[in-house]
């Protein structure tokens, strides 16, 4: 037979746990809303905030290489870069992490790309007319980054070890960043953060400026000393990162310099020459050569060839406003193409 006092005592005990769970939920809860971050407890939650499955998730950090499809793509200096790209499913449920997680992290003033605000230019134009440039590429630079590092940041943001091991596994492939992921950009840049400070504490005690681009560091200033080189792959290499010594550029002399592939030899940021000659070459072509419907059309060869040619007019003109060429081009070919699809209606 139960004893009666026996099964009280046990009730009594059950209810005081739940009660601190509960309290405890409730308590995890308001430090994530106090920090203006979504209350994420378990997948299920997650799945809601997402509109993702319960199901898809789970497999997704089950088996991660199954929600990915991987391919190559030429590189503009040569060779070939691995892409890694997230099923339509699991990239939405990055975005969103990406969106409404990582994008309220500080950054460093310093890392110029992949976030709202900031764009190429910002890159570049701290560098303009400096008597001395350095520039340096990392090697590999979203897969060097680790899964625990990853895990790391959303622990540090308020979240339970849990469920920062399941947003980190969302975000990353065979255990570190994935090439291809939408939260792999805000992720790098947020790991980036104290190498940034530590560098340009460093090249600021000289009297030189800092920023980075991604994977692309750029130092300029009135006296870039060689031995710069070794400092700041040190912070670099401490940091959990590795220098493509291959690309390390120091430029002492007078002469072209190009950052992230805009010219700073000048007073302003220009367009490369050859590149600039390349353009007028190939309007010349599709429209003095050719004409404009043949290059709307493809002309027999390249389908993209009018967009292509629009995309390097509007970079040219983001760089350079005051350029005249790169809006009369503009202008002249969206009025081709305009005149076209009207000669086409029925």
Not at 56 to 82: D, H, N, Q
Not at 181 to 206: E, F, G, H, Y
């Amino acid at each position: 037979m139960v004893d009666i006092y026996e099964l009280s005592v046990s009730s009594v005990g059950h209810q005081t746990r739940y009660a601190k769970q509960a309290r405890n939920l409730y308590a995890y809860i308001e430090i994530l809303r106090g920090r203006s971050l979504p209350p994420i407890i378990d997948l299920q939650s997650l799945a809601g905030f997402t509109d993702v499955s319960v199901e898809y998730l789970s497999r997704s950090i089950i088996s991660p290489a199954e929600k990915y499809r991987t391919f190559e793509i030429p590189k503009r200096a040569g060779g070939k870069r691995t892409i890694e790209a997230p099923q339509p499913s699991l990239l939405r449920c990055q975005r969103w992490i990406a969106e409404n997680i990582l994008s309220s992290a500080v950054l460093s003033d310093n890392a110029t790309a992949y976030r709202r605000g900031f764009g190429i230019l910002d890159n570049v134009k701290p560098h303009v007319g400096s008597s001395h440039l350095l520039k340096m590429d990392l090697t590999n630079f979203f897969p060097s980054i680790k899964i625990d590092r990853v895990i790391s940041i959303f622990e540090v943001a308020g979240y339970s070890h849990k469920t920062a091991f399941e947003l980190a596994s969302l975000c990353c492939l065979h255990g570190r960043l994935a090439q291809g992921a939408a939260t792999s950009p805000v992720i790098s840049n947020i790991v980036a953060k104290r190498m940034d400070r530590r560098i340009d504490k460093l090249v600021s005690s000289l009297g030189l400026v800092y920023t980075r681009y991604s994977d692309d560091i750029t130092i300029s200033g009135d006296l870039v000393h060689s031995s710069l080189i070794d400092s700041v792959s040190d912070i670099i290499v401490d940091e959990g990162f590795e220098v493509n010594r291959k690309k390390v550029v120091l430029y002492q002399d007078a002469g072209r310099r190009l950052v992230t592939g805009i010219s700073v030899g000048g007073d302003i940021p220009r367009v490369p020459k050859h590149k600039r000659r390349q353009i007028r070459q190939d309007y010349h072509r599709l429209v003095v050569q050719r004409n404009a419907e043949a290059g709307v059309r493809g002309g027999g060869r390249d389908v993209f060839f009018m967009d292509s040619l629009l995309g390097k007019l509007h970079f040219w003109r983001h760089v350079e406003p005051d350029a005249v060429f790169p809006k009369m081009a503009i202008d002249r070919l969206l009025g081709s193409m305009r005149s076209l699809k009207s000669a086409q209606l029925p």
